[in-house]
Nanobody
Framework: QVQLVESGGGLVQAGGSLRLSCAVS????????MNWYRQAPGKQREAVAF???????NYAGSVKGRFTIHRDNAKNTVYLQMNSLKPEDTAVYYCATIFSGTNYWGQGTQVTVSS
């Protein structure tokens, strides 16, 4: 059974930092690209960042230079370090991956940035 479990969300003031974690089980984690998405109230879900099995990364323009994605294959965990947070970063953050042709999502973790 594939499971993705996010943690680390919370309430933070603008300019602050949070680190999200996504613990993964049920797949060969080291071989999978891992993604972070977010969905703000009333908006569509958007891609935030991804990291390939080889460690290559890509970021949405709105977070580039502020967010960092990295993975620990020994712990089957992907992280999203978020610095210089802005109120517009407020959203539910999800990790996701594709395994054997199926999309898997975590339950999400709420990030709220106050101004």
């Amino acid at each position: 059974q594939v499971q993705l479990v996010e943690s680390g969300g919370g309430l933070v003031q603008a300019g602050g930092s949070l680190r999200l974690s996504c613990a993964v089980s049920g797949i060969i984690f080291s071989g999978n690209t891992m993604n972070w998405y977010r969905q703000a109230p009333g908006k569509q879900r958007e891609a935030v960042a991804f990291i390939t099995s080889g460690g290559s990364t890509n970021y949405a323009g709105s977070v580039k230079g502020r967010f960092t994605i990295h993975r620990d294959n020994a712990k089957n965990t992907v992280y999203l370090q978020m610095n210089s947070l802005k109120p517009e970063d407020t959203a539910v953050y999800y990790c996701a991956t594709i395994f054997s042709g199926t999309n898997y999502w975590g339950q999400g973790t709420q990030v709220t940035v106050s101004s």
